[in-house]
């Protein structure tokens, strides 16, 4: 049964990012959610970062797209914390690079990510995938959040080719294996983002369910 038919919603999926709107399909889409996102909305002004966590970035994408578009939206923010650059890239994981002026894009983010951290023996090369979901209405309230995180470690080179951002990087020991070298299940099981998304598919059966 679809959400839209469930709760009488239908969710725009408030991304552009082709990496996260394959996730957020092969997650929500396996139990027939209704949703669309950016991509369908052309012209659509992008929403401003402003904010100095994952909470209140998420929260502000969704605010924005729900008031603009007139509908539901989720929206999130993640990125990767690393324990020897005192929690960066975090909140500017998307903009690591150009921020220090090293390029753009996953290839020099990860690039410039290994040169920070050359240094750093293995034991101490610890960091997580953290994610952030908001879920405002159509009037930008925030009606709902989720959050989760994975452990792992950073590698010293780029090992996988079935993920993006700092997936090649990211080793999950309970694998063995890097994020990007796991299958699409392998990675939604485990992932910060598919963890986060099954906490608010939770969220949204509590408040929304008795609407069903």
């Known amino acids: 049964m679809e959400l839209q038919e469930r709760y009488g919603v239908r969710l725009l999926i408030a991304t552009m990012n082709r990496g996260k709107v394959r996730e957020f399909r092969e997650i929500l889409g396996q139990e027939g959610v209704e949703?669309?996102?950016?991509?369908a909305h052309e012209g659509v002004s992008v929403a401003e970062e402003t904010g100095r966590t994952f909470g209140a970035n998420a929260c502000q994408k969704a605010a924005y797209y729900a008031r603009l578009l007139k509908?539901?939206?989720?929206?999130?923010?993640?990125?990767?914390e690393v324990d020897a650059l005192?929690?960066?890239?975090?909140v500017h994981s998307a903009r690591w690079a150009e921020m220090h002026g090293a390029g753009h894009g996953d290839g020099d983010n990860n690039a410039?990510?290994?040169?920070?951290?050359?240094?750093v023996a293995d034991e101490r090369r610890t960091a997580r995938f953290v994610c952030v979901l908001a879920v405002a209405d159509a009037e930008g309230r925030i009606i709902m959040t989720a959050r989760d995180s994975v452990e792992g470690r950073v590698i010293r080179e780029a090992r996988g080719s079935n993920g993006f951002g700092y997936?090649?990087?990211?080793?999950v020991e309970e694998y063995g294996r890097t994020m990007a070298e796991l299958s699409g299940d392998e990675k939604h099981r485990i992932s910060h983002r598919g963890k986060a998304l099954r906490r608010l598919r939770g969220v949204m059966g509590r408040v929304w369910g008795s609407r069903a």
């Open 35 to 39: 949703w669309d996102d950016l991509r």
């Open 167 to 171: 997936d090649p990087l990211f080793f």
């Open 112 to 119: 410039l990510l290994l040169r920070q951290i050359e240094k």
């Open 86 to 90: 005192g929690g960066g890239p975090g």
């Open 71 to 80: 509908t539901y939206a989720v929206a999130d923010d993640s990125g990767l």
